[in-house]
């Protein structure tokens, strides 16, 4: 049998969630049910001579990991500290939890509670995923909580939390983020929509992002809830820019991003793929969820980041002055 040691490794990466939170019960027992296959198969093979002790070391690892990786909607929050207002991080397509992690960290930084989800957003249409995957691991993430829920999206998650707010599937809203939504859909998906080989890599959720007024982006309708939009005007695909205005991000144009009823607005030098790592997308996505707007002439880091901790200086002061 395997190394004791080895066992509580992926015993506690099964139980716990990388921020030392603890994961859902039901995925749990789910995860620990395809892990005793993982052993048994490892061990069977190393008995018989097939797996040298050191080969299922990594045969374990690897399954272990798979099974990790595709439990449908995987999503717990990564916990701060005090009553935080909660935050729910929605990927875009082909992307998962993983590249929201930087605004995450960002966010708990500042005091937020995140729900970073992962959902299976090439498999299932917009309906499925936010009914049957999303909005069930927001539930888990804040279960009892009344507090409104923030939202912070990137690409495909901003239609995402339009279709839970069009089936009122969170029970309140608070303030919401989107970071290149095509609100309005992408020319890219009425050029190459029809294309086999489209739909295989991108899944039915992509060919519902079409421009036409039939579209799913359009028939959603105006935000019902207080958002801010960035989205970049830089591309790091010239050919797929071809297919699309002028200003866009290589995936999007900064027209489609826009969306009726926003309460503001920003461009900034981004790519469609890079824009929820750059800093100064955080730094206004944070800006946005504290005060409800973003700052047009945006400094550089190490600016928006002095400016920060000077905003909150005076309260300081004038809490020991109260003293």
């Known amino acids: 049998?395997?190394?004791?040691?080895?066992?509580?490794?992926?015993?506690?990466?099964?139980?716990?969630?990388?921020?030392?939170?603890?994961?859902?019960?039901?995925?749990?027992?789910?995860?620990?049910?395809?892990?005793?296959?993982v052993f048994a198969f490892a061990d069977a093979l190393r008995r018989r001579g097939g797996m040298t002790w050191r080969t299922s070391k990594t045969f374990v690892s690897?399954?272990?990991?798979?099974?990790?990786?595709?439990?449908?909607?995987?999503?717990?929050?990564?916990?701060?500290?005090?009553?935080?207002?909660?935050?729910v991080l929605l990927h875009g397509l082909l992307r998962s939890s993983s590249s929201m992690l930087r605004i995450q960290k960002a966010l708990v930084s500042e005091g937020y509670e995140v729900c970073n989800v992962s959902y299976p957003a090439r498999h299932h249409s917009i309906e499925v995923l936010a009914a049957d995957y999303v909005a069930p691991a927001i539930a888990r993430c804040f279960a009892g909580s009344t507090a409104p829920i923030h939202f912070v999206?990137?690409?495909?998650?901003?239609?995402?939390?339009?279709?839970?707010?069009?089936?009122?599937?969170?029970?309140?809203?608070?303030?919401?983020?989107?970071?290149?939504?095509?609100?309005?859909?992408?020319?890219?998906?009425?050029?190459?929509g029809s294309w086999w080989i489209f739909r295989r890599i991108y899944g039915p959720a992509a060919n519902e992002l079409g421009t036409g007024p039939d579209s799913l982006p359009?028939?959603?309708?105006?935000?019902?809830?207080?958002?801010?939009?960035?989205?970049?005007?830089?591309?790091?695909?010239?050919l797929l820019s071809a297919f699309l205005p002028r200003e866009n991000d290589g995936k999007v144009s900064v027209a489609s991003a826009r969306l009726d009823?926003?309460?503001?607005?920003?461009?900034?030098?981004?790519?469609?793929?890079?824009?929820?790592?750059?800093?100064?997308?955080?730094?206004?996505?944070?800006?946005f969820l504290e005060h409800g707007v973003f700052r047009h002439d945006p400094p550089r880091r190490e600016e928006s980041q002095r400016a920060r901790k000077a905003e909150a200086r005076p309260e300081s002061a004038a809490d020991g002055q109260r003293g």
Request: proline share 7%; charged share 15%; net charge positive.
């Open 1 to 37: 049998m395997m190394e004791r040691p080895l066992l509580q490794r992926i015993h506690g990466r099964i139980g716990r969630t990388s921020s030392g939170s603890t994961a859902p019960p039901g995925r749990q027992a789910a995860l620990r049910e395809g892990e005793a296959g």
């Open 62 to 87: 690897i399954g272990v990991a798979m099974l990790l990786a595709a439990s449908p909607a995987a999503a717990w929050p990564l916990r701060s500290q005090g009553g935080a207002a909660p935050v």
């Open 153 to 192: 999206t990137h690409s495909l998650g901003g239609i995402v939390v339009r279709q839970l707010a069009k089936t009122r599937a969170v029970a309140g809203f608070g303030r919401v983020v989107m970071l290149a939504p095509p609100n309005h859909g992408s020319e890219l998906v009425d050029e190459f």
């Open 218 to 238: 359009n028939a959603l309708g105006p935000a019902p809830f207080e958002v801010g939009v960035i989205t970049g005007d830089r591309t790091i695909n010239l």
């Open 261 to 287: 009823g926003m309460k503001d607005f920003l461009v900034i030098p981004a790519s469609h793929t890079f824009i929820m790592g750059k800093q100064l997308a955080i730094d206004e996505t944070i800006r």
